[in-house]
Structures are given as structure tokens and as C-alpha cells.
């Protein structure tokens, strides 16, 4: 606990970082201390025999904690987080154009626009096919047995990724202050 909170104090002198760094702490702390406990809960509800499922729901809860966590990192101050927490529980609306502005938020805030976000998940997607191709069969031999020009094209593209995706901006790195 004490390590994550220095953490959130090595970010920033700011109750925002402190807060950060101590959610960090007590989600170490609570996940050791519930340990036995979480294992007969599996052991109950079935999860403990279907690992894929268990390891997904890990990936979603631990997602979730961490993100929250990051509203008080990427908040100006207290306030601004607090506020932001409030309007993720209130005002629900469940009409699909809402539903795809909850989603949009967090990325327009950061400065993504919307074809950034369509690109982002398309690369998602690739990252997700690929996993997938290697469980089957070892990407470098299905790769290797390519014809030279879908090999050539592969390069090609990845090339012309490199070149279109990267940041060009003089914007600083996050951590240029430490």
C-alpha cells in the first residue's frame, strides 16, 4: 500500500495523485487479504472450471478498477473528479446514441476523435485475429508460407502504418515533467 501510494505522490504533489496511488494500494491489499475467500466463491459459482471465462471476468473487473482510478489521475483537481464519478451513476439513459457518447467521452477527452476511436478498435480487432491465428498455429510458419507478394503487401502495409499512425506532434510525453 505504502509503494502505490509513493507512486501517486512520485506523479504529483496533488490529492488527485494521492488518491490515485491509494486506490492502487487498497486494490493490492483487498485482492491479498480476500484471496481464500475468492477461491470458494469460484469454486461455487463454477468459474474455477471454466479458466477462459474466470481470466475474461479477471481482465473486465481489474479494466474497470483501473480506469477508475484514472479519473483521479487525469482530473485537474478533486473537484473535477468527483464530479465526473457522480455523472457515471446518475442520468442514465439507455437510448443507443447516449449509450455511444458514454463510450466516446473518455476519448474525446484525451483528444481522440471519432476516426481515431474506429482505428483504434480496427487495430484491436487485428491484435484479436492474430492471437487467435497464433493458438492455432504458429504465426511465423503460416506467415513463411505466403506467396512472396502477400508477404510483400504485409510489409507494405505495415510500412505505410508506421508512417500514417505516428505522432508527429511537438505535444511533451506525460512523464517530460519528472
Do not use: C
Not at 29 to 44: D, Q, S
Not at 136 to 156: A, D
Amino acid at each position: 500500500f505504502i509503494t502505490f501510494l509513493v507512486t501517486g505522490l512520485w506523479h504529483g504533489a496533488g490529492w488527485t495523485f494521492v488518491i490515485m496511488g491509494a486506490l492502487h494500494g487498497l486494490y493490492l491489499v483487498f485482492g491479498l487479504v480476500t484471496k481464500k475467500w475468492r477461491e470458494v466463491v469460484l469454486k461455487a459459482t463454477g468459474l474455477f472450471y471454466a479458466p477462459k471465462l474466470h481470466k475474461f471476468i479477471q481482465t473486465i473487473f481489474t479494466f474497470s478498477l483501473v480506469s477508475f482510478s484514472w479519473i483521479f489521475f487525469r482530473s485537474s483537481n478533486l473537484s473535477i473528479a468527483f464530479k465526473f464519478i457522480r455523472q457515471i451513476f446518475v442520468r442514465w439513459n439507455l437510448s443507443p446514441l447516449y449509450i455511444m457518447n458514454i463510450f466516446y467521452y473518455p476519448f474525446n477527452a484525451l483528444g481522440f476523435s471519432q476516426s481515431d476511436l474506429l482505428i483504434s478498435l480496427g487495430g484491436i480487432l487485428i491484435i484479436l485475429i492474430t492471437e487467435h491465428i497464433q493458438n492455432i498455429k504458429p504465426l511465423g510458419l503460416v506467415f513463411n508460407s505466403q506467396p512472396i507478394w502477400i508477404r510483400s503487401m504485409v510489409y507494405s502495409a505495415l510500412v505505410i502504418s508506421i508512417v500514417v499512425f505516428s505522432v508527429y506532434s511537438t505535444e511533451q510525453f506525460i512523464y517530460f515533467q519528472f
